[in-house]
């Protein structure tokens, strides 16, 4: 990576650690202004639309992702963990909330059996098959991960379409209701993500559900800034000047010609927010505001529950841990590459 | 009356420092005619036609002033209301770009934007509107165009994108068509395809047309009439046959002279104008063209030289011919 992908204040401060922690998580650690120079920054790659020989924005960054190995390499981790998630409850050897195994946990003497060539990755401290829950569990952290960022992405999108077609449009109202809506969404914005989950997961009280909307929560001003960016450096395109031209209702440029150039940007974004949405699910889980019910396991969970037996039986928190690492690692270099290939100043 | 008279026309961006791009232009175009607006890049031709269709960017805002009139069949466009001209464009008044492949949506295909003009102004259906698409890609000289329609800008050459811009803006018949530059981005052996296929349209449909170029050879197979335009001012302005047999203008002249010419002797140079248009003089303080003009004489330092003449108008105090 070019030192150019490094936002100004990460690249003078900060040290090493504190840089790649802000690379690994997409937006996580960046202070508000940063945070909103680099979303900027994303968004004005927007009217970047074509090369010389007139290739679509998207063929070429289609092109240019295809070649870099991060980028294969995330998308391989990626592929994995949805085939696990999708087939691998299926194929799992035994139920993962089955307790037959229970005689052989003996936790007053501090025995839980390891792996064997029955179980895998040995039992949980219930005598539940370790292997079978990691496996289902990955489900679990998907649907959180992807719901939550579908949330983030729909509401997100919803208020930033909005006061970029407001801007777009012109006019005093338009610049009412944009200033409206990009006060509220900077606010959020400026506030600490975990901050603001946990707050909306006290209020909601522990569930999945609770998890997916506190996680959705976070990245809706991410995607709203993005969009709305994205949507104004479009605005200046030629093409816009020339549907104008033409009389085509500028409701119609807005939603027909600008919305759909500016969504490349928030495509990245969605790749990058679905690693911080699965490692944010899991500290909420973590936290014990996830799903309290045992019978669905969720990495989050797991690991909570094996750090009270961290002594015992140290394995029980590398499996999720491990898991989360490696999905989030998958979308994060995949989004990353993504983000590279869009942008001529980070290419090398 | 002429179907569009300008009268006066003049654009001032207020910057950092006031910018005067067009300085008191006025023309009129008759219906069914062709009218050149010819100079080097930067004099104003641009900032003209955007005006025209009220579309300079922050246009009717403070930092744009806009005076003059602009009278098309009778309404000023300068003055119009927002709601009128959107209805305005593309029907009645229509506008082609120099760059076709920026002037389309890179994201959207081909049939979607041209049906769009029709199903605005036409009020018809999407399925009528995808048929007459088609037609008006065949018309334009797009072969296949049922496959075509489908495709995305990127996938159509240079030349089938502009023609395809061309069916845009002639979707509607409209009285009037706007070209800025529609061939200068385009190959040579293409420029003179689109130019004889705008010709044909023209023709064929009795629409009067403005065509900007920076190519005094454009003009000579096209258009009925001649406005040179140097630093946001008519310098001259004339009928075809009368500029190009009577010249007077030592810019006119000196355009003339940077023609590339197919009958001219092996070895014979061709003599551009000297400097550039970043060397000109504030119209205030004389002929803005004095710095770079051979025939330059102090009268021509004294204040600004007004256009005389009526049939065969020049802004010179020293011409070359007096025609
Ligand atoms: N938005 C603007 N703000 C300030 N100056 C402008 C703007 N647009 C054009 N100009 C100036 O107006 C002059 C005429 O520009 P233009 O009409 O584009 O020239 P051309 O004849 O090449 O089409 C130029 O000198 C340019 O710098
Ligand atoms: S007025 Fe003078 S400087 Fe200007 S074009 Fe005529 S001769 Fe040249
Ligand atoms: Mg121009």
Known sequence: ?348 | MALLEVEDLGVTFHADRDVRAVDGVSFAVDAGKVVGLVGESGCGKSVTSLALIGLLPNQNTKRVRVDGSAKFDGLDLLRADRRTLRDIRGREIAMIFQDPLSSLNPVVPIGVQVAEVLIRHRGIGKHEAERRSAELLDRVGIPDPRRRLKEYPHQLSGGMRQRALIAMAVACRPRLLIADEPTTALDVTIQAQILELLKELVREDGTALIMITHDLGVVAGLCDSVNVLYAGRVVESAGRHELFAHPTHPYTVGLLNSIPRLDALRGEELTPIRGSVRDVLAWSAGCAFAPRCDRAIETCLTGPPSLEGTNHSFRCVNPEVVP
């Open chain 1, 1 to 348: 990576m070019t030192p150019d992908n490094l936002t100004p204040e990460a690249a003078s401060g900060a040290t090493a650690p504190e840089q790649r922690q802000d690379e690994s998580s997409g937006l996580k650690g960046l202070t508000p202004k940063a945070k909103k120079q680099r979303l900027d920054r994303l968004a004005e790659l927007a009217a970047v639309h074509a090369d010389e020989k007139g290739r679509s924005l998207w063929a070429e960054a289609f092109r240019r992702v295809r070649k870099n190995p991060a980028a294969v390499i995330g998308a391989i981790v990626l592929l994995l963990f949805v085939l696990v998630a999708i087939i691998g409850p299926f194929l799992v050897p035994y139920s993962p909330t089955s307790t037959a195994w229970a005689d052989q946990v003996k936790e007053g003497q501090n025995i839980i059996p390891g792996p064997s060539s029955e179980h895998w990755f040995g039992l949980d401290h219930n005598g539940r098959d370790e292997f079978s829950r990691v496996i289902v569990g990955a489900r679990q952290t998907l649907l959180v991960g992807v719901v939550a960022t579908s949330l983030g992405l729909l509401v997100g999108c919803l208020l930033g379409g909005l006061a970029g077609s407001a801007y777009a449009l012109g006019g005093r109202r338009g610049r009412q209701v944009d200033n409206a809506i990009m006060r509220v969404v900077d606010m959020l914005l400026a506030m600490p993500s975990l901050l603001l989950a946990v707050s909306v997961a006290a209020l909601l009280g522990p569930s999945l559900i609770t998890v997916m909307i506190a996680v959705g929560v976070i990245s809706v001003p991410v995607f709203a800034r993005l969009l709305r960016g994205s949507m104004i450096a479009q605005g200046h395109a030629e093409y816009v000047t020339a549907a104008t031209a033409l009389g085509v209702r500028r409701g119609r440029i807005a939603l027909g010609h600008v919305l759909p150039n500016s969504l490349a940007p928030v495509l990245v974004q969605a790749t990058l927010t679905l690693a911080t949405a699965i490692i944010e699910a899991a500290a909420l889980s973590f936290l014990g505001l996830g799903n309290p019910d045992p019978a669905v396991p969720e990495w989050g969970v797991m690991l909570t529950d094996a750090l009270t037996r961290l002594e015992v039986a140290p394995r029980l928190t590398i499996y999720p841990a491990v898991g989360i690492i490696i999905t989030a690692f998958g979308f994060t270099l995949l989004g990353e590459a993504m983000r590279e290939a869009l942008d001529p100043k980070l290419r090398k």
